[in-house]
């Protein structure tokens, strides 16, 4: 069950980050046409847009289940969705957080155009739709090594972050939104599937629990991050924060997990 969980919500969760990637890449160009209503109307577009897909989509079934839900702080006091929820913040909290304030660096340290920052910074978000399910590919190819797969994501997205502090220009500026994209979306599986392991009579709620960790760290991260803007560097400083931190998080990583 785990290995299978890590590939389909791997393919769930590379699907719902992209929106937030195509938001990146749309929204900036429409701003001067639209001003304040720019992002409003395009969700509005988008949503109208979605409607006869999921009309579409066939009806989901209960499964049945009559086993009794674990109580929330039974699950959030959890070491093993603890570590996995650490392992999520990371990755996806991190890839939300840069996604946020990546444009405004790429405009005002790296003096591109609004349109160009959109596109450029899109990749972290929009390549969670590659990397998501790449992870959960490698978690059921690969369960025994699963901790070394998260690792060297850990070290890529590092880089990657720590590249796009020094806004080195347009080309590389792309490179590293990219890798970061990937790197970010490559846990996510392995974080889904290690939940559902851990309560399989509960699988739902676990997950529920387990992101609760990625949530706080976008809740608390976002406008921490957008604060290292009103210092020298134009959010470099930030950037390479959150690069020193993705590298110390490696601590973070259960190197026991398998998901056989």
């Known amino acids: 069950m785990g290995r299978n969980a890590a590939l389909a919500g791997g393919i769930y969760g590379g699907v719902s980050l992209g929106g937030g990637g195509l ?16 992002p409003y109307l395009s969700a509005v577009a988008v949503a109208l847009a979605a409607i006869p897909i999921v009309a ?89 090594a699963t901790w070394l797969v998260v690792g060297g994501s850990f070290l890529a997205g590092a880089a ?33 599937a290690g939940s559902a392991r851990a309560y399989p009579a509960a699988a739902g709620a676990a997950v529920g629990a387990m992101n609760t960790y990625p949530v706080l760290a976008i809740v608390c991260g976002a406008p921490l991050l957008g604060l290292t803007f009103s210092l020298p560097g134009n959010g470099r400083i930030g950037f390479a924060a959150l690069a020193a931190l993705w590298l110390a998080a490696l601590a973070v ?4 997990l398998r998901l056989s």
């Not at 890449?25 to 209503?37: F, I, Q």
């Not at 990371?90 to 959109?118: C, D």
């Not at 990583?253 to 026991?256: A, N, V």
């Open 160 to 192: 990657a972050t720590a590249l796009l502090a020094l806004v080195p220009g347009p080309g590389f500026d792309a490179l590293a939104a990219a890798v970061a994209g990937l790197a970010a979306g490559i846990p996510f599986g392995a974080t889904v």
């Open 56 to 144: 579409a989509c066939p009806r989901t079934h209960g499964h049945g289940g009559g086993a009794r839900t674990p109580r929330l702080r039974t699950l959030l006091a959890d070491p093993t969705l603890a570590r996995l929820g650490g392992v999520s913040a990371v990755s996806f909290g991190f890839s939300v957080i840069l996604g946020a304030w990546v444009v405004t660096l790429l405009e005002r340290a790296g003096g591109l155009r609004r349109g160009a920052a959109g596109a450029i910074g899109s990749l972290i978000l929009v390549l969670a739709i590659v990397g998501r399910p790449l992870g959960g590919l490698l978690a059921r190819a690969l369960p025994g």
């Open 253 to 256: 990583i259960p190197w026991r």
């Open 23 to 38: 938001g990146l890449a749309l929204v900036p160009p429409l701003v001067a046409p639209l001003g304040w209503r720019a």
